[in-house]
């Protein structure tokens, strides 16, 4: 465990259906990443989340809705999503500031089909 | 348009040589450039940071350049192992903030 959990790592829903994905972190982290990793294309940086705050929305079609209660909890609600929004999502956190082990601390993923 | 371009061919290696992956730019100013390994089926894991300011960053077998004029970085593993077989993904944040764009990775493989 990297100390960042995604739930579920699998998920099948079909385009009408409505789902959450879910990610927690416990590392004292106050930003919060979800990324989309397609096969053959470079991860694409969704959302990013300070202290609880969104900051950046990169172009993400309404169909994704991003959910931030706290510094530890962060959501994507999915809704009439389409077969080419199958992908592996994954959820990542980090400290704000840029030190010497400045890295994300990455989850799992979850493994979307949709269908 | 800005990118970010890593070998596209998976690399081969032989056990005990350096593997040398590369990590190209264009229209960015990075700040920090990191290195990451995935594993199939997980997330990336972070390897190394280095800074605009920095030429060489080490840590045990890994070793990373970065070159702002070039505007390149090279990631080496020495004295290579079949368990190094992964793929690497370089990635870059235009500012001191903390956001990174990624590149779309190499896939190293090391032959025993």
């Known amino acids: 465990e990297t100390g960042v959990t995604q739930t579920p790592r699998h998920l099948v829903m079909g385009m009408t259906n409505k789902k959450s994905l879910k990610c927690e972190q416990h590392?004292?982290?106050?930003?919060m990443y979800w990324y989309k990793q397609s096969a053959k294309k470079p991860l694409e940086l969704m959302f990013v989340y300070n202290f609880k705050e969104q900051t950046e929305n990169n172009s993400v079609p309404s169909r994704f809705s991003p959910e931030c209660p706290n510094s530890s909890h962060l959501f994507l609600h999915l809704h009439t999503l389409q077969p080419e929004d199958s992908a592996l999502y994954l959820c990542a956190s980090s400290p704000l500031a840029a030190g010497e082990d400045y890295g994300y601390t990455f989850g799992s993923g979850t493994r979307l089909t949709v269908v | 348009s800005q990118k970010i371009e890593q070998n596209s061919e998976a690399l081969n290696i032989q056990e005990g040589k350096t593997a040398t992956l590369t990590c190209n730019y264009t229209n960015y100013s990075p700040a920090y450039l990191q290195w990451y390994r995935q594993d199939p089926g997980r997330g990336p894991v972070f390897l190394l940071l280095?800074?605009?300011?920095?030429k060489e960053k080490r840590k045990e077998r890994l070793k990373v350049t970065f070159d702002t004029t070039l505007k390149q970085s090279l990631f080496h593993i020495t004295a290579s192992q079949p368990a190094d077989s992964a793929t690497y993904l370089c990635?870059?944040?235009?500012?001191?903030?903390?956001?990174?764009?990624f590149g779309t990775g190499t896939s190293l493989t090391v032959i025993p």
């Open positions: 590392l004292g982290h106050n930003a």
């Open positions: 280095i800074r605009e300011n920095e």
């Open positions: 990635a870059l944040s235009p500012n001191t903030g903390n956001q990174f764009y």
